[in-house]
């Protein structure tokens, strides 16, 4: 007899990301129409100051051509309604075409120019486009790259980044959506000029034909951004997840731990909800589209009998009606450009506007402090009651810690997950700067000292290290190299015993570390510690800190490891923080965090036999 099977419980489905404050408001919300039209000198403003930035030479070619383009369509259609009077009166045909021939000369001249100014539009806008997304793409990276550290754990930050990447993508179209507008409304404004000269009640009938069609697409271009913010933080989540289970390096835990399926389940989830959002916007820009061209349709057809009613009528010539009706589609295909990519420009502004406020709150977060330099060698790092606050959290990541560290010692930092170790590192580095109490390298604050010194006296071995995609050498030297050889690069490759792992890669130091892209080798994940930690010994740093070092090592690794860190700790100040507490004897001192306090502080000897928590801790490590 077979037991029934049980039912599958159904995956829970993504969890919905509902933001609080300022970032829960929609930038349009308020916003009305009028308001939203007025965004347009603006945004065209700003693409011209920006392309100015980039290549001068361009801009004022695109202009020129612009102005060429207004001017030849002014030429044609004035032409045209000279031609038009011989060839439509009496009189011998080729009479009719000998008096009509200057003119339609001036026809053909205009027309060559105006294209000919387009082709050199064209290039002008060719030069101009690679290098500005480039350099808001560059720009974008540089602000994530210099904000303070704190501003990543501040709520809503990576979805504002989102934001602003969908800025960068839109800089790669602005330029031709910007120039075709302009291009568009210069014919526009050159034939209603015309259409006004031949009779001036051709020109508001045809305005108000098109000027429907305007408002229906600003308002649609509404509703898709309105559409785009509601998204933003599921399509950050789905990007995440495909990162997470596309990339090699993950491979192995999704395929073994099962995964696979309810990954796939989870994008998809997410990917539906996006698609749901915008499915729901369909009928609203349905009905912005039908109203529009109906109310568009109504006025054109108006136009139309007007301009048959004033020539049965008497009222414009015969050759007057036909020059009307090429200013009638000249202008009408010129409007409808202005509107289709007016309302593209419209639509471009309004990532821009994300995009330029996410780079201006990042400016506001670089960090803004003194200039002092901090020289090497360090000699004193001192703490004063310094307490941190991660940002949205009520107890303190460190509350209160003294601690001096002096040249030529090693201090360990023990503690169980979550005591506070990592942060106060990153408090003794600078990358964080205390809520209260101060941080001093030889006297100076790092509140006022200048970061860039201070990192450059500082060798960083993180708990979750770069596995860089770069050569052997560039992982090592983190393109800073200090001599033109590789000498010291392979001292310090020797330190952490990689000589024979590099030089059994197909290219030694040259071997690129991406085994995604073609040529490219993979490391163990001890082996890419070891590098980890041959980087911060190349750099010869005065403070070298090295944060669960050797967790991914093997023993005769791990050792090796640890000989290196006291041979050289003489001419630096070294912090260990680590969870196996045996190697905790190569320390001059020992603190042991606790919520964020220092609980215990002396040597291996005393704490061992002190009864506290780090006899405790180490009691259950060698009970494993």
Known sequence: MTRPTAQAVPPPPPAEITFSGHQSVNPLGQAGFRALCSQLPAVLRRICVMAWRIDRRAVVLLLVCQLVTGVSAAALLTATARAMGPLLGSGAVGDRLRDALPALAVVAAASGVARASVALATYAERRITPRLTTETDCALVEAVCRVEAAAYAVDGFADRQEAAEMGVMRTHVMVTDAQRFMAALIRMVTACGVLSV???????????AVAPAGAGAVLTARVDYEIHYANIADRTV?????????TPKYADEVRANGMTDYILYWYRALSERVDRRSLSAAPRTLRIALLSSLAGGAFLVLTWVALAWLTASGRIAPSVAATAVIAVQTTLAALSQVVMNGAAVFHTSLYLS?????????AARAPRRGGTEVGSPVEEIRLEEVSYHYPGKEKPAVDGVSLTLRRGEILAVVGVNGSGKSTLTRLVTGIHLADKGRVTWDGVDLADADPASVWRCTGLVPQIFAQWPLRVRENVTLGQPRGAGDDEVWESVDAVGMREAVEGLPAGLDTLLAREIFGGAEL??????????????YRRPPLLILDEPTSQMDPRGEHGIFERIKAIAGDRITIVVTHRLENTKIADHIVVLEEGRITEHGTYDGLVHAGGSFADLLRLSQER
Do not use: E, I, K
């Open 354 to 362: 994300d995009m330029q406020a996410f780079l201006d709150d990042a």
């Open 238 to 246: 789905r990007g995440m997840t495909r990162w997470w289970a596309t």
């Open 524 to 537: 163990s994940g001890g082996q890419w510690q070891r590098l980890a930690c041959s980087r911060a010994l």
């Open 198 to 208: 031949l009779n001036p009640l051709m020109l508001p009938l045809l305005l108000l």
